[in-house]
């Protein structure tokens, strides 16, 4: 059964960090792009950041400079580690697979497997 689990969400004061993990399995994940989106309410689900089969990742401009993807195929788990948080950071966060090489571009309609998601929450 494919399944990705994410956990690590919460909420912190804006300047703080939160670090995001998603468990993988079911399926190879070192073969997978994998990304983290999120959705705030009553907003569309935007891509944060993407991790390609081969490593190089990529970023949504609002997060660049605060936000480190990081993949661990040997534990098949896929990371975000966000620093310097905003409240407009706050959303559902989900991490998301699909089997290409690459990650581009971060459209939630190119991908087919979703966790279930983990709560950020941010306040001024």
């Known amino acids: 059964q494919v399944r990705l689990v994410e956990s690590g969400g919460g909420s912190v004061q804006a300047g703080g960090s939160l670090r995001l993990s998603c468990t993988a399995s079911?399926?190879?994940?070192?073969?997978?792009?994998v990304a983290w989106f999120r959705q705030a309410p009553g907003q569309e689900r935007e891509g944060v950041a993407g991790?390609?089969?081969?490593?190089?990742?990529r970023y949504a401009d609002s997060v660049k400079e605060r936000f480190t993807i990081s993949r661990d195929n040997a534990k098949n788990t896929l990371f975000l580690q966000m620093n310097s948080l905003k409240p407009e950071d706050t959303a559902m966060y989900y991490c998301?697979?699909?089997?290409?090489?690459?990650?581009?571009?971060?459209?939630?309609?190119?991908?087919?497997?979703w966790g279930q998601g983990t709560q950020v929450t941010v306040s001024s």
């Open positions: 998301a697979a699909r089997w290409t090489s690459t990650c581009a571009p971060l459209y939630p309609s190119n991908f087919y497997t």
């Open positions: 079911g399926f190879l994940f070192n073969n997978y792009c």
């Open positions: 991790v390609d089969r081969g490593g190089s990742t």
